[in-house]
């Protein structure tokens, strides 16, 4: 009998998964249920509008969903329109493929100050997400400070010094281009609450601060690490390597107009100021035993914006275990619970590239097929629709993502792949047009 999946989202963890169950040939129906009309998750909304190449992987995703096996229900809330266990109860297998598109709150005094964005928001508004088209960060203001050394926090501090040429030629919607090329920002400050060898940043990106048109990356050769005995040993030539990268942005020109400052062994203490951020206090720590340790010595930044770059957590769903102080779901090698799944980052956190997540749809599409070999003859697909249906959901098709691309694609900027819509209702709207 066919067995019937539902997967919940559609970002790169959930079409790895569908894509790896149609592989292993078994008889299935698989359903990718997502939030927001348009699908891709992470790849539309969270991966930075200047690195367009790495969104190419939803090509591969696009074959995966115009397959005959797959059905996409769009603008479909778990929890809202259909829950959990009602979901367990219509499929054989239920996936959580839900990301984890929520921000680590950074646990400091002064952390809820007006001008103090957690990454997901920050990077939901300049990505056109219609959860965050709203926060109109005030950018009128001459230095913002970012925590945190992992790529998300080179890709914001990179876009906040982007020029309008660099800005316009992305898919980035104009109230973002506009707020930040007509903003006053001249100096963003990177911090690291460990040192230059333990960023957690990848060397490409890292090479891209030196690439910039209208900013200079500017780094104290005194501040970066000699030696790399507590970094382990697999990672100590790349460490090495990037601390080099890092030295020789000394010799780059120093005289662009804008200025990305590289701060190592400065951990965030205090956000500073009245309601709205003035400054970020610092404290200098060093490492031992791998972890930052505070010096007791502080300095200030003052800065009007502090976006927090510091990891996510996945949304939690009524029904299956979760870890609250990971924030993530409760699993062994993706199996929460018969017939429940977790994968990519509900999984195993925020950690990993995309095609890291190819590894656990696998995992998980392995054990489904081993487990479960045949469906229990469960409504699955017909029953979602009839179930949507009755409450008066409004789903979207994969056909109807195909329309909203496609004027997507003839409203862009000239030079840019496309022009975002960037509320659900526009999307749903250009759909009732017809
Ligand atoms: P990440 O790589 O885990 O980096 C998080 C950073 O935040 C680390 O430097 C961490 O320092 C710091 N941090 C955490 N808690 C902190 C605190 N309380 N105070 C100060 N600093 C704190 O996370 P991410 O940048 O969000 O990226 C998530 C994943 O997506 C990563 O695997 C990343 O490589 C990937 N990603 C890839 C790309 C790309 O390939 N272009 C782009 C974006 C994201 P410690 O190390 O000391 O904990």
Redesign the pocket.
């Known amino acids: 009998m066919t067995l019937s999946v539902a997967i919940i989202g559609s970002g790169p963890s959930a079409f790895y998964t569908a894509d790896a169950l149609v592989k292993s040939g078994i008889d299935a129906r698989i359903d990718l249920i997502e939030r927001l009309p348009a699908p891709f998750g992470l790849i539309r909304y969270?991966?930075?509008p200047d690195?367009e190449s790495?969104r190419k992987v939803s090509r591969s995703f696009d074959k995966t969903a115009r397959g005959p096996s797959l059905s996409f229900f769009g603008n479909v809330e778990v929890g809202r329109d259909v829950s959990l266990d009602e979901l367990r109860r219509l499929y054989d297998a239920v996936v959580l493929a839900v990301g984890a598109p929520l921000d680590?709150p950074?646990?400091i005094p002064g952390g809820d100050k007006n001008g103090v964005y957690g990454?997901a928001a920050f990077v939901g508004w300049y990505n056109g997400h219609p959860d965050f088209r709203a926060l109109a960060p005030d950018l009128n203001v001459t230095a913002a400070a970012v925590?945190?050394?992992?790529?998300?926090?080179?890709?914001v501090a990179r876009l906040l010094v982007r020029s309008r040429p660099e800005l316009e030629a992305t898919d980035m919607p104009d109230y973002a281009v506009e707020a930040i090329v007509n903003s006053r920002i001249t100096d963003v400050y990177l911090?690291?609450?460990?040192s230059a060898a333990?960023?957690?940043?990848?060397i490409?990106?890292l090479r891209e601060m030196g690439e910039l048109e209208g900013a200079s990356p500017i780094v104290d050769a005194a501040s970066l690490p000699t030696s790399f005995d507590d970094v382990p040993e697999e990672d100590r030539r790349i460490k090495a390597k990037m601390v080099d990268m890092l030295r020789g942005f000394a010799s780059l020109p120093q005289d662009r107009p804008k200025r990305v400052h590289f701060r190592f062994n400065a951990?965030?203490k205090e956000v500073l100021g009245r309601e709205r951020v003035e400054g970020l206090r610092i404290e200098r720590t060093r490492v031992e035993g791998g972890r930052?340790v505070g010096t007791g010595e502080t300095y200030d930044i003052p800065c009007g914006l502090v976006v927090?770059?510091?990891?996510?957590r996945s949304p939690q769903i009524q029904g299956a275990r979760f870890d609250e102080r990971q924030g993530l779901y409760v699993n062994q090698g993706g199996l929460i619970d018969a017939g429940l799944y977790a994968v990519g980052w509900a999984m195993r956190g925020?950690?990993?590239?995309?095609g890291t997540n190819k590894i656990d749809g696998q995992t998980v599409a392995k054990h489904i097929v081993e487990n479960l070999k045949t469906g229990a003859g469960k409504r699955g697909r017909d029953g979602l629709a009839d179930l949507l249906k009755q409450r008066g959901a409004r789903p979207t098709s994969y056909a109807d993502w195909g329309r909203i691309d496609a004027a997507e694609i003839a409203r862009a900027r000239k030079g840019a792949p496309r022009g975002k819509f960037t509320t659900v209702a526009e999307m749903l709207a250009l759909l009732d047009a017809r």
Do not use: K, Q, W
């Open positions: 969270g991966v930075a690195h790495t680590r950074l646990g990454s925590v945190g050394i992992g790529n998300v926090g080179l890709d911090l690291g609450r460990r333990h960023a957690a940043f990848t490409g990106e951990a965030p930052a927090a770059a510091i990891g996510y925020p950690s990993g590239v995309i």
